[in-house]
């Protein structure tokens, strides 16, 4: 064969082998699928095979909430974004439960996760159903930016609404359930993607935070703030997490190499993604001008793990490669984090290997759902004050009038990032709903949410009446997230001023002046100051923003149908004076771990219509070895006459500090259901990362000397009405003896505690 006709042939070989690869022929010689599509193959050989083959600009497309199909390798197009704090938001009609401070209030970690698991229920019916229907929409997908963990310190933020409270323990127990329950058990498959957010030290002010730097020193970083993202995602196994607008101590959350790279990453082992908050990217550079360009931003945003980002700005990664800011080997890091997500949703494999891809759409919005919001709007009730047994009241009552811009609104019901239920109870057609046949039910507005007043009506009303439920408050219109709100006592999303609005208060003391008992019903997502009311209504119920059948649980407690047994989750104060400035972030003077003055209700609060009493304190020993658990017994009763739930707290002191401590913290909870005197065992395991404290060099140690401990309703120290009545609260001490003891942060946990003079 002459030399060109050689040269022709290996040009075809050539060119065959371009377009065909022996590695993908099966046994029988016919073309196998590519690796990435082999469900056989472990995910990170597919994840790595399907990377391999995108181009920049594909792999920089996938790398935005909006991600774009890409055919040519059969990826579909999918919206990261989706919203779940306490329900499917926005797609459609979903079961509503309480706005999350409500569930932080139930303090049920059982519950938690069961509202959890409906709402991923929920969601993949839905996104299965869309999927059939061909809609890739927003909203529509499995990755849910949810829940919120942040601690809410101050009651001025308005999105406090949005979170479990100001206690890190709590809000670590109730955030672990919440992420278990979105992502489910299966070995192989996430049934969702849990992100909580908003990595860190994030609590407003809102109007400030594209540009706000938050301050916190290492002693409140580790004790306060970063307690419930480390449970999450050590425990909780949560596979994203959200970074946040503002500086944590100088660095943009999202670039910072100290939350990231250090902690998230390296001391807590976290190996999921990382999205940015919407916009983040671009406040890196408009907001904090901690880059020179949108193309430096996002470059500094990858590399230090922020895979995501919610908005358009990665589109820039194109010109940061081609300018040297990033390399595509650090673009890969990023997006194989992004695709695992993806493959562990089963998003590349057949739906009947998918179990949660078999949820019909019947089980959305389902009255076994709808059962469970009623749970747990029973449950999220606070009974904050009853003179002289005024509730429960009786039905068979002749009048009773219902006054207050939140007694018939079915918006205030869902609180903010909410989905829309199929039908909801309002607190006005829950009372009649519930009352006797021949009862007469009077109604008046009373006031707006904005302030203008109609007393006269109201007062009319209740002088017909023999007793008056006023059902008062905020709203979500008024406190959220960056709001415009033109209103006295707010600004941006955020308060200003803690009290009830002033023509609420008017309102109130109009109708209270008539001489008929009054109930005060508070609809709200943070503290309110009803100092006044406290003074002179006979009874006060806390009901937050309670979902879609938030008006049913009011009225079951109002007339009795169930007894309350919710509890504070957050500091209720007497007004924004005993408070420092809301910009500043050391937790000094905040929260019930460091407020040294007297609250109006205390965090942990609640009363009951039965009485509980406790008995038999036992520690499994008085003097504890650094470094060793320590168990603590105790036995609790109902001592009344009517069944009900009781709310076993455990808090600790360490009395012997040689460094600022809080006051106390929260380290145990149970609920407890308990018939007329019946009496349960209740123990609890104190572990020494709850024994420890933050030394003067930043190491987490558990000091020798003497430790405080109490178990009961409520938090003990407190007298008058800041003091529960309802329930009690027994006190001990123990030793901690041995040497100063280091307790490592880095995740796993070291088992041999190394030890220091």
Known sequence: MKHHAWAALAGLIFIFGFFFNPAELST?????????????????????????????????????????????????????????????????????????????????TDLMFQVADVIST???????????????????????????????????????????????????????????????????????????????????????????????AERDLRETYLPAFRATVVEGKAESVMCAYNRTN????????????????????????????????????????????????????????????????????LDAVKNGLIS????????????????????????????????????????????????????????????????????????????????????????NYNGRPSKSVTPLAGIKNAVAADTKVLYALGATLTGETQIDEAVSVAKQADVVVMVLGISAALEGEEMKVDIEGFRGGDRTEIGLPKGQEALLKAVNATGKPV???????????????????????????????????????????????????????????????????????????????????????????????YSNLKLSTNTIKAGENATIRAEVRNVGDLAGDEVVQLYVTDVAASVPVPIRSLAGVKRLFLEPGEKQSVSFTLTPRQMSIIDDQGRRVIEPGEFLLSVGGKQPGFNGRADAQTTDALSSRFLVTGKVTEIPERYPQITQISKTE
């Open 519 to 613: 109930v005060l019903v508070l609809l709200n997502g943070s503290a309110l100051a009803v100092n006044w009311a406290n003074d002179h209504a006979p009874a006060i119920l806390e009901a937050w923003y309670p979902g879609e059948e938030g008006g049913k649980a009011i009225a079951d407690v109002l007339f009795g149908d169930y007894n309350p047994g919710g509890r504070l989750p957050v500091t209720f104060y007497k007004s924004v004076d005993q408070l420092p400035p809301f910009t500043d972030y050391s937790m000094q003077g905040r929260t019930y771990r460091y407020f040294n003055c007297e609250p109006l209700y205390p965090f942990g609060f609640g009363l009951s219509f039965t009485k509980f009493k």
């Open 250 to 317: 100088s660095e943009p959350c999202c670039t910072s190499k100290t939350l990231m790279t250090d902690i998230l990453r390296k001391e807590w082992g976290f190996n999921g993604y990382v999205v940015s908050d919407c916009g983040a990217i671009s406040d890196i550079w408009k907001g904090h001008h901690f880059a020179n360009s949108e193309a430096e931003a996002s470059a500094l945003a990858v590399k230090a793990g922020t895979d995501l980002a919610c908005g358009r700005e990665y589109s820039s990664l």
């Open 28 to 108: 029988n010689g016919q073309t196998a699928q590519p690796a990435y599509k082999d469900p056989s193959l472990p995910i990170e050989k597919r994840v790595d095979d399907l990377v391999s083959r995108m181009t920049l600009a594909e792999k920089v497309s996938q790398m935005m909430n909006a991600a774009p199909a890409v055919k040519r390798l059969d990826i579909p197009e999918y919206e990261w974004w989706n919203e779940a704090l306490h329900g499917v938001a926005r797609a459609g009609y979903a079961t509503v439960f309480p706005q999350a401070i409500g569930l932080a209030a139930t303090w049920d």
């Open 328 to 415: 595509e080997a650090e673009i890969d890091v990023a997006l194989k984090r992004l695709m695992t997500a993806r493959f562990r949703l089963g998003m590349f494999d057949p739906a009947e290997m998918v179990a949660y891809a078999r949820i019909p759409f019947s089980e959305n919005d389902s009255l076994a759902h709808r059962a469970l919001s009623l749970k747990a709007a029973h449950e999220s009730i606070v009974l904050l004050k009853n003179d002289a047994n005024t509730l429960p009241l009786k039905k068979k009552i002749k009048t009773i009038a219902v006054v207050g811009p939140n007694a018939d609104a079915p918006e205030v019901l869902l609180g």
């Open 122 to 216: 929920e969601a993949r019916a839905k996104h299965h159903e869309f999927l059939r229907n061909n809609q890739h929409a927003r909203y529509q997908g499995l990755t849910f930016w949810s829940p919120n963990i942040n601690i809410f310190r101050d009651p001025r933020w308005g999105r406090g609404q949005e979170t479990y409270g100001e206690d890190p323990y709590l809000t670590s127990r109730l955030g672990v359930a919440f992420v278990k329950g979105l992502q489910g058990g299966d070995p192989r498959y996430l049934k969702l993607v849990a992100t909580p957010k908003h990595y860190a030290v994030h609590s407003g002010p809102e109007p400030e935070r594209h540009g706000f730097d938050a301050r916190a």
